[in-house]
C-alpha cells in the first residue's frame, strides 16, 4: 500500500469509540498493517493543550470559541501527525474527526453547519476520512456507562444536547456513504466482528465510497 488510510470513529460519549478502536488496531497489526490510533481533540503537545482548555468543565467558552478551539487543533494534528502517517501507508484510526465539529458545535449548539463544513475544510486542507464508523446508541445507554467517571465539560451538556448531537450524526449518516452506522448497544465483541468485516472489505477494495 503505498498511500495510508484514514478512518475515523463517530459517536456520542460511552458509544465505544476508544474500546473498539484498540481491537481494531490490534486485528489490523495481525494482518501485517501499520497502524496509528489517535484522539482528537490531541496528538500533539499544542493540540494536547487546547484539549485540557476545551474539556476543563470551569472554562466557558462561547460556541464559535469552541469550535475555532477545536479546529486549530485538528489543523496542527492534520499538518504534524495525520499527514506524514498516510504519507508513508499507514493506517490512522482517529478517535473523533471532522464530524464531531458538525454534530457537536452545529447538531449540538446551533452553530451554522455550512459554517462549519468550510471551518473544517480550512483546518484539514480539505483532508477526509476514507471511511467512518458511527457507533450508535441512545444518550441514556451512553450515560450509564459512564456513570462513576469524572464528566468533561461536553458530557455535562445533558441528554437533550446529546440526543441533538445523535440526531445530527444519523441525518449526516444518511447522506455521506463513508459513514458506516453500527449499533452500539450490541455486544462488544459482536461491534468488533462487524468493524473487522467492514474495514477488511473496505481494504480489500470491495466496498466502494463515493462522497
Ligand atoms: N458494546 C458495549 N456494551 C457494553 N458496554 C460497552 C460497550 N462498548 C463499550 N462499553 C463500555 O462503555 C464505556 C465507554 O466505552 P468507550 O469505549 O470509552 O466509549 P467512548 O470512547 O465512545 O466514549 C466503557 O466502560 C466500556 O467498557
Ligand atoms: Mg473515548
Known sequence: ??????????????????????????????????????????????????????????????????????????AQLVQDVVRPLLAQGTIVLADRFIDSTIAYQGYGRGLSIEGLHQLNHLATGGLQPDLTILLDILPESGSRRRQGSLFDRIEQEGLAFQERVRQGYLEMARVMP???????????????????????????GDLRVES
Not at 475515523?8 to 501499520?34: H, R, V
Not at 458506516?180 to 472489505?201: A, Q, Y
Request: hydrophobic share 40%; glycine share 8%; aromatic share 4%.
Open 178 to 204: 463513508r459513514i458506516r452506522v453500527i449499533d452500539g448497544s450490541l455486544p462488544v465483541e459482536k461491534i468488533s466482528d462487524i468493524i473487522i468485516d467492514v474495514v477488511t472489505r473496505f481494504l480489500k
Open 1 to 74: 500500500m503505498s498511500k495510508g488510510l484514514l478512518i475515523s470513529f463517530e459517536g456520542i460519549d460511552g458509544a465505544g469509540k476508544t474500546t473498539q478502536i484498540k481491537t481494531l488496531a490490534c486485528a489490523l497489526e495481525d494482518q501485517g498493517y501499520k497502524v496509528s490510533t489517535l484522539r482528537e481533540p490531541g496528538g500533539t503537545d499544542i493540540s494536547e493543550s487546547i484539549r485540557d482548555l476545551l474539556l476543563d468543565a470551569r472554562n466557558q467558552i462561547n460556541p464559535m470559541a469552541e469550535a475555532m478551539l477545536y479546529a486549530a487543533a485538528r
